[in-house]
């Protein structure tokens, strides 16, 4: 099964193409570009299920990802930023002077929400793709 998972915000969304065994692809697209960019993806990876996470926007990114022609599953947001914020720093290991700061107080260097987006398409998967999680 291929999910294509959303990570709504105002400005930007994270977006997230994963299947049970691995991530496809990730990025951060800005709002105004969500639907060309969902549009693509689903196309490009054969998407079946789009996930949207139930917080800021997520009402307005579900009505949207509905036309895409897909079953639209929302996921509980809940802890997936500080999750995804610890994933973002393991993949991303500091350099140079940053390395010495203590791990609290080491921020990515970049948004993050595709990070967000891949927590939600493995709550997804994991959940044995439950209609509400």
């Excluded at 065994?21 to 789009?50: I, K, N, P």
């Excluded at 990802?65 to 930023?81: C, M």
């Excluded at 140079?96 to 993050?112: C, E, K, Q, S, T």
Aim: proline fraction near 6%.
């Amino acid at each position: 099964m291929v999910v294509l998972a959303v990570d709504p915000g105002r400005g930007k969304c994270g977006i997230a193409v994963c299947s049970e065994e691995r991530v496809l692809h990730r990025e951060v697209a800005a709002r105004e570009d969500l639907e060309g960019r969902l549009r693509e993806l689903v196309t490009r990876y054969g998407v079946e299920v789009v996930v949207v996470g139930d917080q800021t926007g997520a009402q307005e990114v579900t009505a949207l990802a509905e036309r895409l022609g897909r079953p639209v599953v929302q996921v509980s947001e809940q802890g997936t930023t500080l999750l995804a914020r610890a994933r973002y720093l393991r993949d991303h290991p500091p350099r140079g002077w940053r390395r010495l700061l203590p791990p609290f107080l080491r921020v990515p260097d970049r948004p993050y929400d595709d990070y967000v987006a891949v927590l939600l398409a493995e709550r997804f998967l994991g959940a044995g793709r439950r209609k509400s999680i």
